[in-house]
């Protein structure tokens, strides 16, 4: 059973960082588009950043380009999102997500549509 485990969430100040991690089960990351999204509450799920496979291109959204990295260790079975420089936008549910094809599709990486597997969410908290 393929299954995605967000962790690494919690409460920090601004300025902070933390670090999310991803662990999947039941296939290899290795092989897939990866990304982390986000939703505040009351609004829409949006990407904040995708991997995808064979040269690994990196899509970063522009609110979160300079201080979040997005990475993988396909020995671990494992995506992580480093995030530095904390502000209290960022504040919400953090998702991984797998697309069911190793190319992140360009501009279309940022459309939940294209995932077919999702974690269950880990929740990060700025304050200011």
């Known amino acids: 059973q393929m299954q995605l485990m967000e962790s690494g969430g919690g409460s920090v100040q601004a300025g902070g960082s933390l670090r999310l991690s991803c662990a999947a089960s039941?296939?290899?990351?290795?092989?897939?588009?990866m990304a982390w999204f986000r939703q505040a509450p009351g609004k829409e799920r949006e990407g904040v950043a995708a991997?995808?496979?064979?040269?690994?291109?990196?899509y970063i959204a522009d609110s979160v380009k300079g201080r979040f990295t997005i990475s993988r260790d396909n020995a671990k079975n494992t995506l992580y999102l480093q995030m530095n420089g904390l502000k209290s936008d960022d504040t919400a549910m953090y998702y991984c997500?797998?697309?069911?094809?190793?190319?992140?599709?360009?501009?279309?990486?940022?459309?939940?549509?294209?995932?077919?597997?999702w974690g269950q969410g880990t929740q990060v908290t700025v304050s200011s």
């Open positions: 991997l995808g496979t064979l040269g690994g291109s990196t």
């Open positions: 997500a797998r697309r069911p094809v190793g190319t992140c599709g360009g501009s279309s990486w940022l459309r939940t549509s294209d995932y077919n597997y």
């Open positions: 039941g296939y290899t990351i290795g092989g897939y588009c």
